[in-house]
Nanobody
Framework: QVQLVESGGGSVQSGDSLTLSCSTS????????MGWFRQAPEKEREGVAI???????NYTDSVKGRFTISHDNAKSILWLRMNNLQPEDTATYYC???????????????????????WGQGTQVTVSS
């Protein structure tokens, strides 16, 4: 059974950093793509960063150069390191996974984020100015 549990959210000031963690179970990171998504109040959920089973990463433009997605297959953990946080980063952050990269890799998977079907419960990040 695939399970994803996020942690590490909190309330910070503009310019601060946070690292989100997602403990995973029920699957191997070598066979799944994983990602971080976020949803702000009254906004649609958006993809933040993804990493496919071969380690290729993609980011939404607004976080490039500030956020880093990584994982440790042996420890079954997915991370999102967030630097220079801004108020517009305020959202509930979710980790997600899709088996077999959804049939895509790299940038092609980024165009098919709707394939991510396994979700965690979310962790809140609030950034104040």
């Amino acid at each position: 059974q695939v399970q994803l549990v996020e942690s590490g959210g909190g309330s910070v000031q503009s310019g601060d950093s946070l690292t989100l963690s997602c403990s995973t179970s029920g699957f191997s990171h070598r066979r799944y793509a994983m990602g971080w998504f976020r949803q702000a109040p009254e906004k649609e959920r958006e993809g933040v960063a993804i990493i496919d089973s071969e380690g290729a990463t993609n980011y939404t433009d607004s976080v490039k150069g500030r956020f880093t997605i990584s994982h440790d297959n042996a420890k079954s953990i997915l991370w999102l390191r967030m630097n220079n946080l801004q108020p517009e980063d305020t959202a509930t952050y979710y980790c997600a996974a899709v088996p077999g990269n959804g049939g895509y890799t790299g940038e092609l998977l980024w165009k098919h984020l709707e394939l991510f079907g396994f979700w965690g419960q979310g962790t809140q990040v609030t950034v104040s100015s």
